[in-house]
């Protein structure tokens, strides 16, 4: 019995942001489906707005299997993984290994179409888009609490914004300037009424 899937469908259960109160309960699956739309974004930013050439299909994979590991160690909030380098270092090699767990449960014929998306390039210019997409998911969701109501995000919000500048990625100045507006609009000031 493969088993491969039936872990992917279980990202809908996992839970981010464990430490705040949110208004909307967040999983990784739907996460992952953001991150992987805000990579897409980014990479046609890159390569058709700034004349790049990031491998998009790599780049969307690359994000839609992002979070893979945390079915299988959950979602550890960011004040604990980056509380310092040594547990940071560790909870690489356990998101590693969890990779590789699941990875074994696919079909023999099949891992090798897979496996480079479950495990990252993580020096190549694609990834690094992803980890920009990741964190663009991020702001928006700060974002989204913050126009509920929810000043528990104002602090991640600065400091998300700040990490995205951090980046120095004109992708992400490019999306800043002409879509993140519109976040800040209700439905009936998308559309116009």
Same mark, same amino acid.
């Given at each position: ?5 039936? =872990? ?6 996992? #839970? /981010?942001?464990?430490?705040? /109160? +949110?208004?909307?309960?967040? *999983? ?5 489906? +953001? ?10 930013? $890159? ?7 990031? &491998?998009? @299909? ?6 839609? =299997? ?17 509380? *310092? *380098? ?5 909870? @690489?090699?356990? @998101?590693?290994?969890?990779?590789? #767990? ?5 079909? #023999? ?7 480079? =998306?479950?495990?990252?390039?993580? +020096?190549?210019? $694609?990834? /690094?888009?992803? #980890? ?19 000043? @528990? ?20 100045? =490019? ?12 439905? &009936? ?5």
């Amino acid at each position: 019995m493969d088993k491969f899937y039936a =872990y992917m469908d279980r990202m809908k259960f996992i #839970k /981010r942001w464990q430490l705040m /109160r +949110s208004v909307r309960d967040e *999983n990784i699956m739907e996460h992952s489906h +953001s991150v992987a739309i805000l990579t897409h974004a980014l990479c046609a930013i $890159e390569n058709a707005v700034l004349g790049g050439n990031a &491998d998009t @299909e790599k780049a969307v994979f690359y994000a839609l =299997y992002h979070e893979v590991s945390e079915v299988m160690t959950g979602d550890l909030p960011t004040p604990v993984k980056y509380f *310092n *380098n040594s547990i940071h270092g560790e909870y @690489e090699k356990l @998101e590693r290994l969890a990779v590789e #767990k699941i990875a074994d449960t696919l079909p #023999k014929e099949m891992k090798g179409e897979l496996y480079p =998306y479950l495990q990252a390039d993580k +020096s190549s210019r $694609e990834y /690094r888009l992803v #980890k920009a997409a990741d964190k663009l998911s991020a702001y928006i969701k700060c974002l989204e609490e913050l126009r509920s109501g929810n000043n @528990e995000f104002c602090k991640a919000k600065k400091t998300i914004e700040n990490a995205l500048k951090e980046m120095k990625l004109p992708a992400v100045d =490019y999306f800043f300037e002409h879509f993140i507006p519109a976040f800040e609009l209700t439905l &009936d000031e998308l559309e116009g009424l």
